[in-house]
């Protein structure tokens, strides 16, 4: 089983439309869940955070927390074309350990 | 304020020679990660420094691998007799509060 398990895509969304990105994850132990963007040839960069269950909202984007289910995602409402790229889930452990593991990534194309 | 930096941007080597990839963090940030991503994967930790010191270097997949950060500073990863497979864009990424900055990577290409 892998640590952090995503779907590999691509998911093709209409523009204007919900992308729903799923993640699970192994590590009970985990604490901190990450959900960082990649464009094709660029490097990840960070989108959301959360480190609580429940959902966490910021702009068009809605992280979403349930330790307890071992599963994380990401919402992006009124998608656009430039929200086409990779989105990777992240998870670590915390109190000084600070290893991060990646899932392998879903790709996302919003259709115009 | 400048970012993460990686050189160099790509290299080239032949199978069996020795590489030397370089990250320079963010001024101020005390952590620093290696990672390796190869196509359609996401990124794959190799080792995390906290300060001077490898506080985790247990994805390093053997000892053809190495890393150093002298000064707290700027890192080198090292890599001796490179194959085929150790192909990929090696990130560097350097650590604020939780979130990690990446750079722009290294393409490794080993022929």
């Known amino acids: 089983q892998k640590e952090v398990e995503q779907n590999s895509g691509p998911l093709s969304v209409p523009e204007g439309a919900i992308a729903s990105l799923n993640c699970t994850y192994s590590d009970r132990g985990s604490q901190s869940f990450f959900w960082y963007r990649q464009y094709s040839g660029k490097s990840p960069e960070l989108i959301m955070s959360i480190y609580s269950n429940g959902d966490k909202e910021d702009g068009r984007f809605t992280a979403q927390l349930n330790k307890a289910s071992q599963y994380v995602s990401l919402l992006i409402r009124d998608s656009q074309p430039s929200d086409s790229a990779t989105y990777l889930c992240?998870?670590?452990?915390?109190?000084?350990?600070?290893?991060?593991?990646f899932g392998t990534g879903t790709k996302l194309q919003v259709i115009p | 304020g400048a970012g993460v930096s990686q050189t160099p941007s790509n290299k080239v080597t032949e199978k069996g020679k020795y590489v030397e990839l370089r990250c320079d963090p963010i001024?101020?940030?005390?952590?620093l990660y290696w990672y390796r991503q190869s196509l359609g994967q996401g990124p794959e930790f190799l080792i995390y420094f906290q300060g001077t010191g490898a506080a985790d270097d247990s994805g390093l997949p053997n000892d053809r691998f190495f890393a150093v950060r002298p000064e707290g500073s700027v890192s080198t990863l090292k890599i001796q007799r490179t194959e085929r497979g150790d192909s990929a864009v090696y990130l560097c990424?350097?650590?604020?509060?939780?979130?990690?900055?990446f750079g722009p990577g290294t393409r490794l290409t080993v022929l």
């Open positions: 990424a350097s650590r604020y509060e939780n979130e990690q900055f």
């Open positions: 992240a998870v670590s452990r915390t109190g000084g350990y600070q290893k991060v593991t």
């Open positions: 001024s101020g940030h005390t952590a």
